[in-house]
């Protein structure tokens, strides 16, 4: 089992930045991709990122690949979440997740089993 508990939300203008933290209890992140989804009010759950446990490879969904930065450190059983230049289309619960299986998609939601309970991240204009 693992228990994964993000921080780091908040309220901020346009064009400001945040860092979210994942921190994951009860087992390592050994081995396992780590990703950061987000949902919007009324809005399906998205992919935002995500990044691998050998090599460091980092995938990143259009809206955000210049702006957002997935990053791990597998010591401390840590996964961040650069977020710069912010927009209110940012504005959503960001949840961090974990994929314990091989060879699966890193884009779907349903390749991760365990996930954290959320933080909300609001973008005003």
């Known amino acids: 089992q693992v228990q994964l508990v993000e921080s780091g939300g908040g309220l901020v203008q346009a064009g400001s930045s945040l860092r979210l933290s994942c921190a994951a209890a009860?087992?390592?992140?050994?081995?396992?991709?780590m990703g950061w989804f987000r949902q919007g009010a009324g809005k399906e759950r998205e992919f935002v990122a995500a990044i691998g446990w050998t090599y460091g490879t980092t995938v990143y969904a259009d809206s955000v690949k210049g702006r957002f930065t997935i990053s791990r450190d597998n010591a401390k059983n840590t996964v961040w979440l650069q977020m710069n230049s912010l927009k209110p289309e940012d504005t959503a619960i960001y949840y961090c997740?974990?994929?314990?299986?091989?060879?699966?998609?890193?884009?779907?939601?349903?390749?991760?089993?365990?996930w954290g309970q959320g933080t909300q991240v609001t973008v005003s204009s």
């Open positions: 997740a974990t994929m314990v299986l091989l060879g699966r998609d890193w884009h779907d939601k349903d390749s991760y089993t365990y």
């Open positions: 009860g087992r390592t992140f050994r081995g396992y991709v």
